[in-house]
């Protein structure tokens, strides 16, 4: 479940006119992501929708505040709370927003980096929000959660806005944010690729590679499992002279069964919502993972330090 609030620290909101001539004097103009009123009403705004959607437990309306990716995890998980005749408690308790980092672009699209940290649930929610126009709304695009407990990189900035990095920009890093992407794909599709020592072995990459095995052992069922990732887009610059990376990752998980036989999950999971007739010859589940990517600066090796995923859909044979 998500929850926002309007609580907005004035200190990580220091923003500075929204449009500033270049120090050139050319033709181009840097925008500043957002100003303080703005993102207070983003948050409202979400806030707002997203309780709807609860409500009517119909994920239509987050099209209005999500986009892509988040929105297809969102919308998965409001189908898995459908079919299983679930419920989603509404937002009614305040969480607090830690830090927003506002870049300057020189066009659109813009966007901000916000950390949401909820108490309760014992997570930080780092989230991307994005403009495509100036006449287009604020869309949420990215949210993976951290552990409470997990440091942040900090961001680092140039007067007051946040510094960004060019997805192909490997410099004073092991690698780019596009190659580090790459490189955790091929790791999580083959422990023994070449990639596999160029990234952390990380918390996620451990859990996917146990959940692969215990599939794996399943008696009469071939499994397979396929890893990609989208363009990376937002990367901002930390501290320590590396970057903090959005990737999102692309997982499908193949099963072919003998005949005879059927591979089904325990009742209430969201694999059962979506194969509720379970696998008796080929099926396949579609998931998205939006990972946080911390690149140290220097030869430090690319690490997850957060992700949100789900089942996004299915098909059976």
């Given amino acids: 479940m998500r929850r926002l609030v309007l609580l907005v620290l ?10 500033v001539p270049h120090k050139r004097g050319d033709v181009v103009v840097e925008k500043t992501a957002a100003r303080t009123a703005e993102i207070a009403a983003v948050f409202s705004q979400y806030r707002k929708v997203r309780n709807t959607a609860i409500e009517l437990l119909d994920a239509k309306p987050l099209s209005i505040v999500e986009s892509g990716p988040v929105l297809a995890i969102d919308s998965g998980s409001f189908e898995v709370s459908q079919r299983l005749a679930k419920t989603q408690k509404q937002d009614t308790a305040s969480v607090e927003v830690t830090d927003v980092q506002t870049p300057r672009f020189g066009k659109y699209p813009l ?8 108490k309760s649930a014992g997570v930080n929610r780092v989230q991307i929000f994005e403009r495509e126009t ?37 410099v004073g890093m092991s690698m780019s944010a596009t190659e580090a992407a790459k490189a955790y794909a091929q790791t999580l599709a083959d422990a023994a690729s070449p990639e596999a020592d160029q990234v952390a072995d990380d918390a996620f990459i451990k859990q996917m590679r146990t959940t692969a095995e ?30 903090l990376a959005f990737v999102t990752l692309r997982r499908l998980d193949t099963y072919e069964v003998k005949p005879g036989l059927t591979v089904s999950w325990p009742e209430g999971t969201p694999q059962q919502a979506f194969l509720s007739s379970g696998i008796s010859s080929a099926g396949k589940l579609r998931y998205y993972h939006q990972v946080l990517m911390h690149i140290p600066g220097g030869s430090g090796k690319p690490r997850a330090i957060g992700q949100y995923g789900g089942v996004v859909s299915a098909d059976s044979q």
């Fill in 134 to 170: 100036a006449v287009d709304p604020w869309l949420l695009v990215a949210s993976p959660e951290t552990l409470a407990d997990t440091p942040i990189p900090e961001i680092r900035r140039g007067g007051s806005a946040a510094l960004t990095v060019k997805p192909d920009d490997g």
């Fill in 214 to 243: 215990n599939n794996s052992k399943l008696e009469g069922v071939t499994f397979s499992q396929s890893w990609g990732h989208d363009p990376v887009k937002h990367v901002l610059r930390t501290s320590d002279g590396g970057a």
């Fill in 10 to 19: 004035a200190s990580a909101l220091a923003l500075s006119a929204c449009a």
């Fill in 111 to 118: 966007w901000f980096f916000a950390v949401v940290r909820d």
